[in-house]
């Protein structure tokens, strides 16, 4: 059988432009085409998985079949999967890091804005709001990831659809010390629930400083989120272990302040921003959830009452610099219960009173974007 060199160099170009799903990379990019031969009226394509058991891999076969079909102009196509070498994931994970020596990327001079959400007390939303502001940016076209700092009291799974319909979350992929996370609505997340063993989902997470420090860091670390944009850490409620760990990993951080309307929960918020800021962070502003809602006979419903959000804005305002309030999202029974399908209501209901503003602080968030104060910008006087 005579070989045909242009045909192979026809398919290896084009399933080399298809792209891993979970790494979100061209295949050829990230070594995964190990072979294409074309001969006697036929072409076969080797692909090489990153790991045994690779969740995307019937979709990569798919994509790649498909692809190479395109391009064999009726040739028929077989495509058959491998996997790696240690030899060869080891070099895939030096590629996927840029060369870089292990450690958090998300260092003051990166191009990657890091936004932290706190708030004082647990009950505000702060975790609703996260996960729909992560998608929000995201719609944006903004490269967002998203950390479930909140341990003890992770949702970010459920928030985002990666549970199923028998409480099992999606987990991430494992290529030796790298975690790669599942992605949702465009934001790749991680949280400790995808860590926990098969059947303990449900099961409380019952640790101490030590451990908590270590899982957040390796959270930052091991977990590759590629180039992002925008990394949110929805963070647990109050002023503990992990919001100095965040304080001490990331300094640079951003802090957005969520407080419900009410005076008791305003008044717990405005410590979490004062701890961030004594850490160095900034103080980005302050969200005001389950705000006052306008009722379809024109009536107001404001439960938790109102003026929190501002008066939290107030308190972390000083001479040097004024905190501004930055979104006030009304009470919604469509964020709950589009939270619970597990739909962002963003998505589910773009157009629900809630999801409008948080659309509107993801467009303002996108618009600032974040200063070059205090960043190498890796030039030099010639």
Not at 4 to 33: F, H, K, Q, T, Y
Not at 72 to 95: F, K
Not at 326 to 334: I, M
Request: net charge negative; charged share 20%; hydrophobic share 45%.
């Amino acid at each position: 059988m005579s070989a045909d060199p242009d045909l192979a160099d026809r398919v290896r170009r084009a399933v080399g432009a298809v792209s891993d799903p979970e790494l979100r990379r061209p295949l050829a990019e990230l070594g995964m085409i190990a072979r294409v031969e074309a001969a006697g009226g036929g072409v076969q394509v080797d692909v090489s998985l990153t790991v045994v058991g690779c969740p995307a891999a019937d979709r990569i076969e798919r994509e790649v079949r498909d692809a190479a079909t395109a391009a064999a102009d009726g040739a028929a196509v077989e495509v058959v999967l491998g996997v790696m070498s240690p030899e060869q994931r080891a070099e895939l994970i030096e590629r996927l890091r840029g060369g870089r020596a292990r450690g958090i990327p998300f260092t003051p001079e990166s191009l990657t804005r890091v936004i932290a959400v706190t708030s004082g007390k647990g009950g505000v939303g702060k975790s609703t709001l996260t996960a729909n502001l992560a998608v929000a940016l995201a719609a944006l076209d903004l490269k967002v990831g998203l950390v479930d700092a909140d341990v003890h009291g992770f949702s970010i799974p459920g928030l985002l659809g990666l549970v199923d319909a028998q409480s099992r979350t999606t987990r991430p992929t494992r290529i030796d010390d790298l975690i790669v996370p599942p992605v949702a609505f465009g934001v790749k997340a991680v949280s400790i629930g995808m860590f926990l063993r098969e059947g303990d989902e449900g099961a409380a997470v019952a640790w101490r400083g030590p451990m908590l420090h270590r899982t957040v860091s390796q959270f930052l670390t091991d977990v590759y989120f590629g180039d992002l944009d925008v990394l949110l850490l929805d963070m647990p409620p109050g002023t503990g272990d992990i919001a100095i760990t965040v304080g001490q990993l990331l300094p640079h951080a951003e802090v957005l302040v969520v407080t419900t309307p009410q005076a008791a929960a305003a008044d717990v918020a405005v410590r979490s921003g004062l701890v961030a800021r004594q850490t160095g962070q900034h103080v980005l502003g302050v969200v005001e959830n389950m705000a006052p809602l306008t009722l379809p006979d024109g009536t107001v419903l404001d439960l938790f009452g109102s003026g929190g959000g501002a008066r939290v804005a107030r308190a972390l305002s000083t001479p040097d610099g004024v905190v501004p309030l930055l979104a006030s999202v009304p009470l919604s029974p469509g964020l709950r219960t589009a939270g619970d399908a597990g739909t962002p209501v963003v998505i589910a209901d773009p157009a629900d009173a809630a999801a409008t503003a948080i659309s509107h602080l993801a467009a303002s968030l996108a618009r600032t974007g974040r200063g070059l104060s205090g960043r190498a910008l890796g030039v030099r006087p010639v």
